[in-house]
Structures are given as structure tokens and as C-alpha cells.
């Protein structure tokens, strides 16, 4: 398994499209820009969603009772997995109970993080991805590199030809209208042949047991529409306490996602369809041992609008497949190691800890308060490298004495001043490998004082 | 009122020009200096990368030297805002709220405590102005572009009234330059891939001087620039309002 860093250096080995990938979702970020400035109170706004989002966590198990009493009131079916695999088999049930083997999907998350789609699959069941970007990657066989945008890493010639060999598509048009056009008839056929239809869940809303899912082509809609059978998954963190809360969250979802005032489709799911099914899978899958962490709590907040991967200027130059994680960018990187300490341990490392994400987050996660103290857990925990942490205690020796401290300066300017540059710049100074390191100062600051101010510092031992 | 200056470990060891300009800076503007000189490290580099705990042993020997202070003022945003936010972790005696407290960077003393923006300086040149990270979004020095508010930026005012200064407009204006502390080694490819990008930046909008609060980043966007020979000059906002004082 290779980290974070060693993923990173692969995706900006062709600096051509690291650079295009930066534009694109810069441009992105731009117009989330432009959008908040024209909303009267943006920042209060925030502060309001992230407070109706803190009560919800802080009683969410009376609103997820609430929340089911609703549902099973409407005439909805609810269901509770506690893990991923538990999700994945009330799934599959509900499909088998029913005779059903065509599924459509659209706009889930939370599916790709319980690994539905393979787990149907070897059961012998035909799912698709309804969203032509989802539907992209599930050609490519690929996971999804944004969670809004999860073929964002493809350009459209790539695309093209994808559809080309799997699809029948013209070869060399890389019209993106035609190209949707395609994809657009061949899920039509899709559609109307499904038994199910699954969607994720944006908000729940407590008061009256309502799903709500956002999207801009209308796929949960169609695909609830035409099938007999509708599967909504949500995570637990999804319940908002009253539809007025909704308003709050729909102002700030889609300008901070895509830049859009509103996302095409806003859809409410209150019944089933007559003769129809409507069941809700509620997921726990980790998020209640995530509320136990005070200092983690907050990432429960989550919306899962983007908008920290479209400014993180690192993700933005690495790609969503160097985070090796289901959520890539800062918020994925909060995440990914509440599953896997071990295997996720290079990612909150994957930051500058500039703070753009949390400045740009709706919800007003401190996403890089986290990355932070998730540094200093994961060195609790024993699972960064040795070599590392010897490095750091010997630091941390050195920068306590202050003879030690001065000592190491003067020697390691003097070799900076007299080694040969072959020798400064070998193999492992990182640092030399594409920069040069500052030019040696025969003096430091120190001794420059002592020597103009009076040996010790005249003033300095007030 | 007595200030204890900080001056940070790699401004100490490779940049002490940096240092003088600090100290000359803050005696012309009339105030009584002290540089302790048992000083090291505001214990950043180790915290952030995940040994805070060894990190702490620095906090207190910081704490110590400096709570006798009125005021501790250092060039840098980001060690600034390292004292301020992650010392936090210690018990918080009063010596440790005194010295969060009233540990500054440069800049926002400047405007904030002794309230003057102009330094009555001259500097003709045509300046891009990196806005550190920590500085910025940390110390609140200004407004980041992420947030909708009224906009200002203490760094600006004061080189605004520099006379004969151009400051440019940058395509980004706040973008990382990706030194990030230990990032720059951990994550050296994306680190200078930042940094190429951010100097492209000032680069296309004319900036003959690159100049932020915060020399570690000075010293990363220099570095790259020096390998690849790129003709730009790099100089902390202490050595330019500490130039050619009327």
C-alpha cells in the first residue's frame, strides 16, 4: 500500500493535468465564491447550520425515534443497520424478498463506503449507477475521486472513448452533449427495466419522517418514480429536526457544492407509491462512537457538499484517489481513520493545515483543528514510523537546552558554508531535491545580539 | 511597557537580518526591547507533526521566559498563532494566559497596539503580498478569501502607507505557498508544486519584491525560486517597514 505522498508525486508526474485538475476545481471554488457573496448573512447563515446540526447530534436519538414513528406513520418500512454489512445484507433482502435482480441507484455516498455495489454484484445482482458521473467510474471500474463530482479526474476525450468501447458511442466525438446524450439513453433503458430504485438521503427530517435528496439530473426521482420498489440509505448524522431547518441547509448545499443556487431537483419522499415500497435503511456503521469524541464530534456535521476538496489546495494538486479512501480531501481525511487508524495514518498528514477547509466549510467543521489533534492521536497510538518518532524526541531534546539548540545551528550552518554542494544535496535532503536550502549565515541572530548588545544580551536578562 | 522579542529558531539560525529588522523596527518606534537569549523554538515543528508531546517541554521553557513580558512580538504569524492556539494543551496557569495573551506577530502589534499604520516609509517597488496562512486565517491578520465579510488586512495598511509601493493584485490571493512545517518534507512533491504555483502567480501580476509575515514561507517560495532561477526578491515585511524610515 503506498501513502498519501507517493500518490501524490504519481498524479503530478504529468503536470499537465495536475494543472488542468486544479483549474477545473478552482473554478469551481470561484463560483462558490461568487455565490456566497450574494447571499445577505452568508457567515450567520453558516453559524445557524452548524448549531441545528450540533442540537441534531446532541438528541439524535429522539429525533431518530421521532423520525421512525413518522416514517412507519406515512407507511414507510425502517431499517437499522448498526455496520456496513448489515446495510449491504437488509438490502439484499428486501431485493430477494421481492423477486428483483435490476437495481438503479443514485446519489449515495454512503453505499460506496458499505461497498454495496460489489456486494451485490457477487449475489448475482445487477446494480447501476444512474448519475453520469457515478456511471463514469462504474465503466472506468474505478472509485470515486469527489464525492459531488466523482469523475471529475476524467477529461471528456477519456470519457469518450470509455463510451465508445462500452456504450457504442461515435468514436472520436468528445462533444460533452453528445457524450451526455449517449449516457442519458442508454440509462433511460435502464429505468425502465428496474425493480428497485436506491437513493442516498441528503436530510431527514424529523417532524414528518420526509427524505430529501438533492441532485441536478433528476435520477432519484426517475428512478423512484419508475420502480415498484424504493430503497433510501442514510447515515444516521442525516436528521434535521423540522422541515423550517431544511431552509437553512438548502440555501448553503449547492453554493458551496457546484456553485448553484439551488440544485435542479430538491425531492421530498413523505409514502411509497401506491401497490409500491418504500423502505429506509438507517446506518450507524461507526458515526455513534464518533459522537463519543468531543474532539471528532463535529465531523458528524458534515453536509457533504465538497466544497473542502474544491479549495484544499492539496487535493486540489493530488486528485481524490492519492486519499485512498472512500471521502477524499480534509473531510475524508478527518474520517478515514476513525475506520482504520493503521491503514488511514498518512492522511491527516495530506495538509498544509492552511485552514482553507474550515473557512469554506458550511457547517463550520475546523476540519484542520482535526487533521491537527488526529497528528497527535495517531503518534499516541504508536502508529507512525519509528524513525519518525526518534527524529522528534531528538528535537524535542535539542529545543529544550538551549546550549544544545545553539550548538546544532552553528554546526549545521558551518556545513551548509563548507560542505561541497554535492555532499548538502545527496539522496536524503528532501528539502534539496527541488529547492535550495537558505544560504548559510555566518552569524546567527544571536550571536549578532550578543556581539552588538553585550555578550548574553545586555537587555536580555531582564 | 517591556517586549520580549521572539525571534524564531530558522530566522535565528539562517535569516538574522529578519531578527535585526525586528528589533531596529520596534526601537525606532520607541519601545524597550528584550531578547532573552535562552530562547529556541515555540515547539511548533514538533507539534505539528504529531509529538506534542514532546512538544511540551519547549511550551513551558517558553512560557517561563517569556510571561515576564508586557508584550512578546516575533515575525512570524505562524509561531504566533502556534502559542496562542496549542498552548492551550498546558494547565493555563496565569503565566500561560499571560503569554497567550500578549504574544503578537509584528504586524498586528503594529496596528492594533500601538494603533499607527504609518511607519513613514519609502519603498519604490512594485510588491506581491503572500498572505501566510496562519497569519491570515489563525491570527485573523485579514480577511481570507473563503470568508463573506468586510474586508481588511493589517499587512496592507501598513504597507499601503509605504510611499511610492505597488501592491499587485494576484490571481489567488491566498493561496498556500505549501511549506506547511514538516509538510514540505513529508509531502515534498505537492509542497513544491504549491510553491511553483504560488510564484507563477506573482510572477504573471509583475512583483519584483515577495514579501509575508512569515519567513518560513519566504524561505520555501526562495528556494524554488533560486533553483530554477527565477529573478525575484524575497524580503520579510519586517525588513520593509524597517527601510528607508523618513
Known sequence: ?462 | MQIGLFIPCYIDQFYPKVGIATLELLEKLGLEVYYPSEQTCCGQPLANSGAEDEAIQIYNKFVRIFSKFDYVVSPSGSCVYHVRENYNILPQTDEVNRVRQNTFELCEFIVDILKTDDLKIVFPHKVGVHQSCHGLRGLKLGTPSELIMEHYSKVHRLLKNAKGIEIINLDRKDECCGFGGTFSIFQPDISVKMGKDRLDDHKRNGAEVITATDMSCLMHLEGIARRQKREVKFMHIAEILNSNRL
Open chain 1, 1 to 462: 500500500m503506498t501513502n498519501h505522498a507517493h500518490r501524490a508525486g504519481r498524479f503530478l508526474k504529468n503536470e499537465e493535468r495536475a494543472a488542468w485538475h486544479d483549474k477545473t476545481l478552482w473554478m469551481i471554488r470561484q463560483k462558490r465564491d461568487k455565490m456566497a457573496l450574494d447571499v445577505p448573512g452568508w457567515e450567520e447563515l453558516r453559524e445557524q447550520a452548524s448549531q441545528i446540526k450540533r442540537h441534531s447530534l446532541s438528541k439524535l436519538n429522539d429525533y431518530l425515534v421521532q423520525f421512525e414513528e413518522q416514517a412507519i406513520n406515512n407507511g414507510a418500512q425502517i431499517h437499522w443497520a448498526s455496520t456496513a454489512g448489515r446495510l449491504n445484507e437488509i438490502v439484499y433482502r428486501i431485493i430477494k424478498e421481492n423477486h428483483a435482480s435490476k437495481v438503479v441507484k443514485s446519489k449515495s455516498m454512503l453505499t460506496e463506503e458499505c461497498g454495496l455495489n460489489p456486494f451485490l454484484e457477487k449475489k448475482g445482482v445487477k446494480i447501476i449507477d444512474t448519475d453520469l458521473g457515478e456511471r463514469i467510474i462504474q465503466l472506468k471500474q474505478e472509485p470515486p475521486s469527489h464525492i459531488v463530482m466523482p469523475a471529475i479526474h476524467v477529461k471528456k476525450e477519456e470519457i469518450s472513448e470509455l463510451f465508445h468501447q462500452k456504450l457504442h458511442s461515435e468514436k472520436g466525438n468528445y462533444d460533452p452533449t453528445y457524450l451526455t446524450a449517449t449516457a442519458r439513453l442508454h440509462l433511460r433503458q435502464k429505468f425502465l427495466e428496474a425493480d428497485v430504485a436506491i437513493t442516498g438521503v441528503n436530510f431527514a427530517i424529523a417532524e414528518n419522517g420526509a427524505i430529501v435528496v438533492c441532485t441536478n439530473e433528476g435520477n432519484a426521482d426517475m428512478g423512484v418514480h419508475a420502480a415498484p420498489i424504493q430503497i433510501h440509505c442514510m447515515g444516521i448524522e442525516k436528521i434535521i429536526p423540522r422541515t423550517s431547518d431544511l431552509a437553512v441547509f438548502i440555501r448553503l448545499l449547492a453554493r458551496s457544492a457546484t456553485g448553484q443556487h439551488i440544485t435542479t431537483y430538491t425531492s421530498h419522499y413523505l409514502k411509497p407509491k401506491t401497490s409500491g415500497q418504500m423502505h429506509i435503511v438507517i446506518v450507524d456503521n461507526g458515526r455513534s462512537e464518533l459522537i463519543g469524541k468531543e474532539d471528532y464530534r463535529d465531523s458528524l456535521k458534515c453536509i457533504r457538499c465538497g466544497a473542502c476538496m474544491n479549495t484544499c489546495p492539496v487535493y486540489r494538486r493530488s486528485g481524490g484517489h492519492s486519499y485512498h479512501y472512500v471521502i477524499p480531501g480534509p473531510i475524508g481525511s478527518i474520517l478515514a481513520p476513525h475506520s482504520n487508524s493503521k491503514k488511514y495514518k498518512d492522511l491527516p498528514f495530506a495538509s498544509s493545515l492552511c485552514g482553507s477547509c474550515s473557512d469554506v466549510c458550511p457547517v463550520k467543521i475546523n476540519i484542520h483543528g482535526q487533521l491537527y489533534r488526529w497528528r497527535q492521536d495517531l503518534s499516541q497510538k504508536g502508529v507512525l514510523s519509528p524513525i519518525k518518532k526518534s527524529i522528534m524526541k531528538i528535537s524535542g531534546k535539542i529545543l529544550t537546552s538551549t546550549k544544545m539548540y545553539d550548538w546544532s545551528g552553528r554546526i549545521a550552518r558551518w556545513c551548509i558554508e563548507h560542505f561541497p554542494r554535492k555532499l548538502i544535496y545527496n539522496r536524503l535532503n528532501i528539502w534539496g531535491k527541488e529547492r535550495e536550502l537558505p544560504e548559510a549565515s555566518r552569524e546567527s541572530f544571536k550571536q549578532w545580539y550578543n556581539k552588538n548588545y553585550g555578550e548574553g544580551g545586555k537587555n536580555g536578562q531582564k
